[in-house]
């Protein structure tokens, strides 16, 4: 499949962009490796004459937990709540998180992105696959080490509980098809 010309609008109504984290450390038992929804979010997709640009600007503070996986015992909405502040607070600081693309291909019957990605308050550049089926349904898995951005990974209970610094970012889309 090849990406429809013109321009495709994504965001929380007809796409999802989630954050996969993973816990390690001494005390890991007692964390989650968390799926967290961004649900407030935009990208643009503009396709024309065999050139491609993707754009998108996400609000670090619409992070929303919505599962913790493997823990010892059940999130709690007090738990939801506190991890969401420690996101705002000490991970992204309520920073805008924003892609630029410099580059789009379309490799295999998929994309491949490349560009600049700010979060943090620091850029660097990515390159992302994403797989492209003949329905238009588009999904990728970006893995970040968020220390490249200068973010520390968050920790807990004196440094024994700690999130991993890899991160996965996880895109679910559907595209008009050509």
Known sequence: MTLAPGTHQLGPDNATLKVKTYREGVAAKIGHDLVIEVTRWEAR?????????????ADSRSLEVRTGERGVKPLTDKDRGEIRKNIDEKVLHGQPITFRSTQVRE??????????????????????SFDLGADGHVTGTIPLTQSEWGIKPYRGLMGALKVRDEVEIVLDARLPTS
Do not use: F, K, W, Y
């Open 45 to 57: 997709i503009d396709s024309r004459g065999g050139s491609s640009r993707v754009e998108l600007s």
């Open 107 to 128: 490799v295999g019957g998929g994309l491949e992105v490349e560009g600049d990605l700010t979060m943090g308050g620091s850029t660097q550049p990515v390159t992302a």
